[in-house]
């Protein structure tokens, strides 16, 4: 199942749909405009989520291969984790470090991560080697 983030440009509400019944979700009076996530633009150096698997259930999710900023300014507001049967949200807040591990059922299908200047990316691509990081990760 593909995920679907639509965002409100008035009150600046995100939203995901785990289960799409079809109509468009609306807020502030209008109906909310589609995330469509990045892969191939401009900056995705800083945005694309590198997914490693750390042992068989804990994947390791740093927001991109240089490590994106994390100032009260600009940073990473979440990380979205989907495999075959969950979702999971960790939010970060400015002073984190752009990385989380995620405890799954699975391997993830997709990993999404959103900036607040640069929008919702996505990979599917799951770097199937043993993490061996030392860095302060959320969990
Ligand atoms: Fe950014």
Not at 85 to 92: A, G, S
Request: glycine letters at 6%; charged letters at 25%; hydrophobic letters at 30%.
């Amino acid at each position: 199942m593909i995920l679907h983030f639509y965002h409100c440009p008035i009150c600046g509400n995100i939203i995901v749909k785990v289960h799409d019944g079809g109509p468009t979700p609306v807020c502030c009076g209008s109906e909310m405009r589609p995330l469509v996530p990045k892969r191939e633009e401009e900056y995705k150096e800083k945005h694309l989520p590198v997914v490693k698997r750390c042992d068989h259930y804990t994947f390791e999710v740093e927001v991109g291969s240089v490590p994106h900023p994390m100032t009260d300014e600009h940073h990473i507001e979440f990380i979205c984790v989907q495999t075959e049967n969950e979702t999971i949200v960790r939010h970060l807040s400015p002073g984190d470090d752009p990385v989380s591990l995620f405890v799954c059922d699975s391997a993830p299908q997709a990993v999404y991560a959103f900036c607040n200047r640069h929008g919702l990316w996505m990979t599917e691509t799951i770097e199937d080697i043993r993490c061996e990081t030392k860095k302060k990760c959320k969990r």
